[in-house]
């Protein structure tokens, strides 16, 4: 658990500085906004690497700038699909133990989704599949939830 005071170093990142960051961030704040209205939209932050000569590490955190969760590396992140897997896993860690709650949730099951590539663009996927549940399915795609 990190937050803006209690991290030496730590900001805010500017727009721009991580465009592939920027871009996934963006399609998840879609979903962040429709499935928790009350919450700001995330944000990235950065501080400096404990190692010399190594870039800094940047974060996926809630508006406040509270954390959780390993940092992102700037230099992985081949296109966007590749960053948005890659926030999308940040940005769940960060909801799910910062805000205690599973986050994004099926409407329909009322279980917890993952991000997954199945069948064509990253999804958010409900396992669903126990028999009273029903299967498991995609629900939408990444930056597409509604509450429908």
């Not at 508006?63 to 890659?86: C, F, Q, R, S, T």
């Not at 709650?101 to 993952?114: F, K, R, S, T, Y």
């Amino acid at each position: 658990m990190h937050a803006l005071f209690d991290s030496p170093g730590l900001r805010r990142v500017s727009l721009g500085e991580y465009p592939l960051w920027d871009e996934a961030l963006a399609l998840l704040n879609r979903d962040l906004a429709v499935t928790l209205p009350e919450q700001e939209p995330l944000q990235l932050v950065a501080q400096p690497s404990y190692e010399a000569g190594e870039p800094e590490c940047v974060y996926v955190a809630l508006a406040n700038g509270e954390w959780h969760g390993g940092h992102l590396y700037p230099k992985v992140a081949e296109d966007l699909a590749h960053a948005l897997a890659i926030v999308a896993d940040a940005a769940q860690d960060t909801v799910a133990e910062r805000l205690w709650q599973a986050w994004p949730l099926c409407v329909e099951h009322n279980l917890g989704m993952h991000a997954r590539e199945v069948e064509g663009p990253l999804s958010w996927w409900c396992a669903g599949g126990r028999p009273r549940l029903g299967p498991a399915h995609i629900r939408a795609t990444v930056g597409a939830l509604d509450m429908s």
